[in-house]
């Protein structure tokens, strides 16, 4: 199957700093991803859609300007979490859609800690 | 708003027993109905339903949908130690246009007692 990584695989920051997470798909283009953040023991929640070229679509309840997306390639997009906060402190996962049809390919996760 | 509401919540089975795991969705336009397994990481894909009635299966797990009756069900026969995870129900709306994203239940955390 469609390969997805991400990194940092792990981060501990200290509160206010901002953190960037990277999503690639290694072997295909993506035009669309998404980015989910789940709490403990809680389900996954989507954050935002992001598709290549064109600015990334926000689920209600998720600050925009807090969680900058960029989708700059085919097979990279970024999330960047600016003035982490403690309460940002989660596991964030991205997907990969190789094409409308297939299934969506996940990354392994990021777990940010913010002190 | 979509939703996806999953039971049992948690399950404890010895190995050997066969379970069932439920899933309920309310989506305004459906596309289709996914089965993850999720152990400490991100999710694995199991199975992707998108017609009422035809059973997916691969090795001990099968499942199907009822789309008119808006659920799924997992089953796992003769279940292994290696089989405890959360198990994940996600529905994938269909936009017309563009991708959607998934919305999520809040799983099934089960565990295989040897």
């Known amino acids: 199957g469609a390969v997805v990584s991400q990194h940092p695989s792990r981060v501990i920051c200290k509160s206010g700093t901002s953190v960037k997470i990277e999503c690639r798909s290694l072997?295909?283009?993506?035009?669309?991803m998404f980015w989910y953040r789940q709490f403990p023991k809680q389900s996954l929640m989507l954050m935002a859609t992001s598709n290549e070229g064109s600015k990334a679509t926000y689920e209600q309840g998720v600050e925009k300007d807090k969680f900058l997306i960029n989708h700059a390639s085919l097979t990279l997009s970024t999330l960047t979490v600016t003035s982490a906060h403690p309460e940002d402190s989660s596991f964030y996962i991205c997907s990969a859609l190789l094409d409308r049809g297939e299934t969506q390919y996940f990354g392994p996760g990021t777990r940010l800690l913010v002190l | 708003e979509d939703k996806v509401v999953q039971s049992p919540l948690s399950l404890v089975v010895h190995e050997g027993d066969t379970v069932t795991l439920n899933c309920s969705y309310e989506?305004?336009?459906?596309?289709?109905l996914l089965w993850y397994k999720q152990e400490k990481k991100a999710p694995t894909f199991l199975f992707m339903l998108t017609s009422s009635g035809i059973e997916k299966k691969s090795g001990r797990l099968s499942s199907i949908l009822d789309k008119k009756e808006l659920f799924s069900i997992l089953n796992i026969t003769a279940t292994q130690t290696g089989d405890s995870a959360v198990y994940l129900c996600?529905?994938?709306?269909?936009?017309?246009?563009?991708?959607?994203?998934?919305?999520f239940g809040k799983g099934t955390h089960l565990i295989i007692q040897p």
């Open positions: 072997d295909f283009q993506a035009t669309t």
């Open positions: 989506v305004t336009n459906f596309r289709s």
């Open positions: 996600a529905v994938e709306p269909y936009s017309g246009g563009g991708a959607d994203g998934l919305t």
